[in-house]
């Protein structure tokens, strides 16, 4: 019973201290690693490229990510290109927050919801085609931390880690755990 009231009262004083104005964020260096089964069914490191844009009020955030990536197989005669591209937007409540003197400390978990597109193209002695796959629901789930470093009152230098799965319908394994580092500014 005492850990119940102790951890209340973290909780409550967490949301109480989170800053009560509107941050926009914007995190334009994102370092991503997400495994999935290759066709010789081993677990592979893909490193899509991110790019991710939000709203921050309180303990409330919301994030627009755009993520995408590309791999290429074959030799000369025949290749494969498979790309992958999504957009997903994430919910995220920061249950845990402080305030430092310039730095602000904050754990958060999430959830997203939207869409991916699967394309393949394929060259064979100089003659192309490509198939794209229709949009397709995804979705993720995310447990993370943040720090930001406040230079001005409105301006401020924002990292975070998190760990992730993400769902699709063809993904493989599914959900797909994902790991991603992030870098941005608040404002």
């Given amino acids: 019973m005492k850990w119940f009231v102790f951890s209340f009262f973290l909780l ?3 949301f109480a201290r989170a800053a009560d104005h509107l941050d926009f964020q914007l995190y334009p260096v ?3 690693v997400r495994y999935e089964r290759s066709a010789d069914q081993v677990l592979e490191a893909r490193k899509p490229r991110t790019l991710a844009a939000g709203l921050r009020y309180g303990a409330f955030s919301g994030l627009f990510e755009i993520s995408n990536f590309s791999e290429e197989s074959g030799n000369a005669t025949l290749r494969v290109e498979r790309s992958l591209q999504s957009y997903l937007l994430w919910g995220r409540m920061h249950f845990f927050s402080r305030e430092f003197t310039s730095v602000d400390l ?4 999430g959830a997203a919801g939207g869409t991916y597109q699967e394309s393949v193209t394929t060259t064979l002695s100089g003659a192309q085609t490509k198939d794209a796959g229709a949009q397709t629901m995804a979705g993720g789930l995310s447990l993370g931390v943040d720090t930001s470093y406040r230079f001005y009152k409105s301006l401020a230098l924002v990292t975070a880690l998190e760990v992730r799965l993400l769902f699709g319908q063809d993904f493989d394994p599914n959900p797909q755990s994902s790991a991603l580092w992030r870098l941005g500014v608040s404002f």
């Avoid at 904050?106 to 978990?109: F, G, K, M, V």
């Fill in 30 to 32: 994102n370092s991503e």
């Fill in 12 to 14: 409550g004083s967490s």
């Fill in 106 to 109: 904050s754990i958060y978990a």
